[in-house]
């Protein structure tokens, strides 16, 4: 019972994240055929920002950059991102050992980089995407495990 609400859990997480990543693109939607340097402009004077520092110089010369063809791309590409999770999501709540094998191999595929990133800029935030991950690989790889070992039985 433990190993199914432990993998319940990262479902929820997965169904979580594709929800997060659909409203951004969304949102990155919602920005076609609108001036999108205007609009980072305008944040970054409601926000009392100084748009000459450099971060906020930084997100405005970016934004001017953008074309409407890369926000669709880059929606459809959150878009297709969301459906796996969402994918995964119901693997994983309805026990299928594919779901867990992507998860853990989905989960895997990032640690070496969040090391790379704790190690050249180390900071709270990376340890707790790193931890969850690592959570997320070692639940999957239990997961698999007690499967295998079950089936065998």
Same mark, same amino acid.
């Given at each position: 019972m433990h190993r199914i609400n432990a993998v319940r859990a990262v479902a929820i997480l997965e169904v979580f994240k594709g929800a997060l990543v659909l409203l951004t693109g969304a949102g990155l939607l919602s920005l076609v055929h609108k001036n999108v340097h205007e609009i980072a402009v305008r944040l970054v004077e409601h926000a009392? *920002?100084?748009p000459?520092?450099?971060f906020p110089h930084i997100f405005i010369d970016a934004t001017s950059h953008f074309?409407?063809?890369?926000?669709?791309?880059l929606a459809m590409g959150a878009a297709t991102y969301s459906a796996i999770r969402f994918v995964e999501g119901y693997g994983l709540w309805h026990e299928r050992a594919w779901a867990e094998? *992507?998860?853990?191999v989905s989960g895997?595929?990032?640690v070496p980089f969040e090391l790379w990133e704790l190690v050249n800029k180390a900071s709270l935030l990376g340890m707790v995407v790193l931890l969850v991950n690592v959570g997320v690989v070692?639940?999957?790889i239990r997961a698999l495990i007690r499967r295998r070992?079950?089936?065998? *039985?």
């Open positions: 009392h *920002l100084n000459a520092s450099k074309q409407d063809s890369r926000l669709v791309f094998v *992507l998860a853990s895997a595929v990032y070692s639940i999957m070992i079950n089936s065998s *039985l």
